[in-house]
């Protein structure tokens, strides 16, 4: 049984270019989460989804992020323009129906230099 | 608002021995409580949770009791195994959403 997928899993960009990071969900599960880990900050919820529809955004740093999800297996996260502080792994979770459990993808390494 | 409070880091133990760390928690109500273990290069995976008082957690050798007197969820394990080096993470359920301790990096040498 496939897990959560990510992609790529790791990206390297100049400041300034637009980067997407890309999450399929496991099939059936009706929540997906975005989240950011870094070393001062730990892991940081940025925004989540249920039936595809955004929730609970407050954790966005700013404009230069948006989240979609098209679909209940596709979600992107994209950063436009980039900045070196935007250096983290990002990581993708889904949940099933009537569970409190997450289940994480194996993330995004991105470093913009 | 509710919070998880972890034992910091790194936690140095020699294989076989004892393992201990401590989680304490400050919510409202009865959330599920969890710990999460992260290995080098890879997502969090759920390691055990318990969702009432008085539960105990347990898997791979790990136990954790809620201990809702004490708002704790303390991690153990008898005896510790070098593939148990990896990065831990206390955590509880609020509405949608999960929030996570700092999480505390476990070194264990042959």
């Known amino acids: 049984d496939a897990g959560v997928i990510q992609s790529p899993r790791h990206e390297v960009t100049e400041m300034g270019q637009e980067v997407t990071l890309r999450c399929k969900p496991i099939?059936?599960?009706?929540?997906l989460f975005w989240y950011r880990q870094t070393m001062m900050r730990g892991l940081e919820l940025l925004i989540y989804?249920?039936?595809?529809?955004?929730?609970?955004d407050s954790g966005m740093p700013e404009d230069r992020f948006s989240a979609k999800m098209p679909n209940a297996s596709f979600s992107t996260l994209k950063i436009q323009p980039s900045e070196p502080r935007d250096s983290a792994v990002y990581f993708c979770?889904?949940?099933?129906?009537?569970?409190?459990?997450?289940?994480f993808g194996p993330g995004t390494r991105l470093t913009v230099t | 608002g509710d919070s998880v409070t972890q034992m910091e880091g790194p936690v140095t133990l020699s294989e076989e021995a004892f393992l201990t760390i401590n989680c304490t928690y400050t919510?409202?109500?009865?959330?599920?409580l969890f710990w999460y273990v992260q290995y080098p290069g890879e997502g969090l995976q759920l390691l055990l949770k318990?969702?009432?008082?008085?539960d105990k957690g347990s898997n791979k050798g790990f136990e954790a009791t809620y201990r809702k007197e004490t708002t704790s969820f303390h991690l153990e394990k008898g005896s510790v195994q070098v593939s148990d080096s990896a990065v831990y993470f206390c955590?509880?359920?609020?509405?949608?959403?999960?929030?996570f301790g700092k999480g505390t990096r476990l070194h264990i040498l042959p």
């Open positions: 318990a969702t009432k008082a008085d």
């Open positions: 979770a889904s949940r099933p129906p009537i569970s409190s459990e997450q289940y």
């Open positions: 989804f249920n039936n595809n529809v955004p929730i609970d």
């Open positions: 099939s059936g599960h009706n929540s």
């Open positions: 919510a409202t109500g009865y959330p599920s």
């Open positions: 955590a509880l359920s609020r509405d949608d959403k999960i929030i």
